[in-house]
């Protein structure tokens, strides 16, 4: 078992940036392939960023805008998030899998969530 909590979510304007934090416990992270998923009001959880053991997998509607980086040391991921824009509010959540050559953006594929965190983009 893991648990994951995330934090770093707020309010920003739009254009600016936020970094948000997935830490873990009960299990070494590194372990672990690690997503960030986001759900807007009345919408469907939507693939954001992952990262496994050897590969980064970034949504076509944030490239160039939203990195994810592991801390082994620290037993986190990070999710940073440049040139926000208001369509991208939404609650943000981690989400971590064994599951080795797994379909990442798949949120199926994951079987531990945290609680997820709110990110408000205004105009």
């Not at 909590?5 to 707020?10: A, D, I, L, Q, R």
């Not at 600016?16 to 009001?41: D, Y």
């Amino acid at each position: 078992q893991v648990q994951l909590v995330e934090s770093g979510g707020g309010l920003v304007q739009a254009g600016g940036s936020l970094r948000l934090t997935c830490a873990a416990s009960g299990r070494t992270f590194s372990s672990f392939a690690v997503g960030w998923f986001r759900q807007a009001p009345g919408k469907g959880r939507e693939f954001v960023v992952a990262l496994d053991w050897s590969a980064v997998y970034v949504a076509d509607s944030v490239k160039g805008r939203f990195t994810i980086s592991r801390d082994n040391a620290k037993n986190t991921v990070t999710l940073q998030m440049h040139s926000l824009k208001t369509e991208q509010t939404a609650v943000y959540y981690c989400a971590a899998t064994e599951r080795k050559c797994g379909i990442y953006y798949d949120n199926r594929e994951y079987n531990y969530w945290g609680q997820g965190t709110q990110v408000t983009v205004s105009s």
